[in-house]
């Protein structure tokens, strides 16, 4: 289960004159990884080119032993690939249960009954059984959402690369699909894009934060976690010297950031840690920048 399946060093990406993606260096191995970073950090960028979308301007890509740089490569990655993207559109006219078989079919799955049955297992996956015979108009945000990911599913992919794939889910979609999720990490190595930090803790023993393009963390979730130990605390009102501050259900506010002496200090949870470290580098640019 070590090994690595999937090996990104110092790989670039700009479009025009602003780099996307700046020296990022990063292994991922079978399990579950979440993405995490701030909108424009490079996120969907480097799914792109791990899904054989995009190509890498500089530095070398290897995905379950090939090179997408090549066209043999592009091949023998996609027919392992699950992929969900950012954003989506589908073709008119389709049901669900056609568009997906659609998609079996372009997956070469060219026996009808064994794809057919491939189709109802990861309709069924998703919770989508009822609206197969929808036309994919007349499904909902979410259900359109399931739609996608249960196209990455066919064929149970080695790597799935899933760009915010909870979007738009109900609280019961997304705990079947942390279940979904979950056990196809058992084998297959997945990357997720969210937004969502409670997902991440949720799923991931491992998340990656971006940032400007680069990789500010990589690591253990409880190790991001820990980093933020001593920086949360409970007021009755907003600290100044909090980096972020909100008042909670309780009426009283968390803040997050340097605690004064005699701070009411509690637990921290991912998202305290992900703002801290998103805040702590650019604070630390911000003090480049003026030095
Ligand atoms: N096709 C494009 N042309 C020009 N610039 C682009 C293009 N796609 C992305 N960018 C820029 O590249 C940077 C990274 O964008 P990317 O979409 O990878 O970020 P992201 O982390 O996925 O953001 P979000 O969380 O908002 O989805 C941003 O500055 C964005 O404006």
């Known amino acids: 289960m070590n090994t690595t399946t999937v090996a990104l060093t110092d790989v670039g990406k700009s479009y025009g004159r602003a780099d ?23 996120k969907t960028t480097m799914l792109r080119i791990l899904a054989t979308a995009l190509a890498a301007d500089r530095g070398t890509v ?9 066209a043999t490569g592009r091949t023998a990655v996609r027919r392992r690939l699950g992929y969900v993207p950012q954003e989506t559109g589908f073709p008119r006219g389709f049901t669900a249960f056609s ?11 060219s026996d ?47 790597l799935l690369v899933l760009d915010e794939p909870t979007t738009g889910l109900d609280p019961a979609q997304r705990g079947r699909l942390r279940d979904v999720l979950g056990r196809a990490g058992e084998s297959a190595t997945v990357l997720i894009s969210t937004h969502q ?9 491992r ?8 990789v500010l963390f990589d690591g253990a979730v409880t190790d991001l976690v820990r980093q933020a130990t001593g920086r949360v605390w409970m007021a009755d009102d907003r600290h100044p010297a909090a980096q972020h501050a909100w008042r909670t259900g309780t009426g009283r506010v968390r803040n ?15 998202e305290d840690a992900y703002l801290l470290l998103v805040g702590d580098a650019a604070h630390d640019a911000g003090l480049e920048a003026v030095s």
């Open 197 to 205: 930090t409670e997902d991440v803790a949720a799923l991931c023993e």
């Open 99 to 109: 568009f997906l078989d659609y998609l079996a079919i372009l997956k070469e799955w």
């Open 62 to 70: 290897e995905v379950l032993g090939s090179d997408p740089g090549t």
């Open 20 to 42: 996307a993606l700046s020296d990022v260096t990063l292994a991922l191995r079978p399990g579950i990884t979440g993405l995490l970073g701030p909108n424009g950090a490079g």
């Open 256 to 270: 997050v950031g340097d605690p004064p002496p005699d701070a009411e200090l509690i637990e921290p949870d991912l």
């Open 112 to 158: 009808a009954e064994t794809r057919h049955a491939e189709v109802r297992r990861v309709v069924e996956l998703v919770d989508l059984t009822d609206v197969a015979p929808k036309r994919v108009s007349a499904l909902s945000g979410g259900q359109r959402r399931r739609l996608v990911l249960a196209q990455a599913m066919i064929g149970q992919p080695d």
């Open 207 to 214: 998340v990656v934060v971006l940032d400007g393009g680069r």
